[in-house]
């Protein structure tokens, strides 16, 4: 008879992160030319979405990235390395999401108003405790992962796109899985005096947060762009749904990840899916620059 086992509400500060993990930094660079401005198979839904969430990353991607290092010290060397190999990441993340944007703008995209509501929202950042901020960015690099993994894994999501608009995201797609366990660990490592129902409880209540504004203000804003492509009312609203519950269906298919999110001893290394990165590895040899 198996005996029943313990189990712990938070792992302890190590974490399932695998040993020999090793994150590297591809210095590409994207979208310096014109791009089609419906660039996802032609198609509005595709293509209003993933230029919404493209608004939100510049500002999003320096939050990440302070709402970590704010909690560096005292890592350990692995994690410190890592920690220092995820900015590199998240800074060439942002500079590239500013030349597609840029690029949008020039399709005749407005994308002024999202990043204004972005920079309003991170403004009220400011004087609540360090640890929220960190709470936060563990919730939405869960997303990024566990979005990066589904487009990784289908390539259907980006087989009609612009070429080079699916390679920016295919990139960036790697990145995000190979990093996926730093915020997580930061938080480990900055909570670890706390007990394991203190941290499970934080994560879980700041997860359901950002999950209710993630979907809210993206939603909207595809809406804007919908009209700015002349689509509006039900035709934009159910086009928008099925394209993400239905068809391809990113968000039914991402379901079971958000879930595991709340169950005691989580972490995102539970799956290991370092294959889809050495799929993309096989595919772009000369674009890797192994980090410090």
């Not at 030319?33 to 839904?45: C, Q, V």
């Not at 030349?99 to 020039?106: G, H």
């Not at 519950?245 to 968000?251: I, K, R, S, T, Y």
């Amino acid at each position: 008879m198996n005996a029943p086992s313990h189990i712990d509400l938070d792992r302890t500060e190590s974490g399932p992160t695998p040993t020999d993990l090793e994150i590297t930094v591809r210095d590409e660079r994207f979208n310096r030319n014109t791009t089609p401005s419906r660039w996802w198979a032609g198609e509005p839904f595709g293509t209003a979405w993933h230029n919404a969430l493209s608004a939100t990353f510049p500002r999003g991607e320096a939050f990440f990235i302070e709402a970590v290092k704010a909690h560096r010290d005292g890592a350990n060397p692995k994690l410190a390395a890592e920690i220092r190999a995820f900015v590199k990441q998240e800074i060439n993340h942002t500079r590239e999401h500013i030349a597609f944007n840029r690029l949008a703008q020039d399709a005749g995209y407005d994308i002024a108003a999202i990043d204004k509501r972005v920079e309003e929202m991170l403004a009220m950042t400011k004087d609540r405790p360090v640890i929220i901020n960190l709470a936060v960015t563990m919730a939405l690099e869960h997303y990024t992962a566990m979005m990066a993994h589904e487009f990784l894994a289908n390539p259907k999501h980006f087989a009609d796109a612009d070429p080079e608009v699916r390679n920016m995201w295919r990139w960036h797609a790697v990145e995000e899985v190979e990093h996926k366990g730093v915020a997580y660990d930061t938080y480990l490592h900055a909570t670890r005096d706390w007990t394991n129902w203190k941290r499970w409880k934080l994560r879980s209540v700041m997860m359901l947060i950002v999950t209710l504004n993630f979907f809210r203000n993206r939603w909207n804003d595809s809406l804007e762009l919908l009209a700015q492509d002349g689509i509006t009312g039900w035709n934009a609203k159910w086009g928008l749904f099925k394209y993400l519950a239905w068809e391809p269906g990113v968000v039914r298919r991402i379901f079971p990840a958000w879930l595991a999110y709340f169950r005691p001893g989580f972490h995102p290394w539970d799956h290991d899916d370092r294959a889809l990165i050495g799929k993309y590895e096989g595919a772009f040899p000369d674009a890797l620059m192994p980090a410090e």
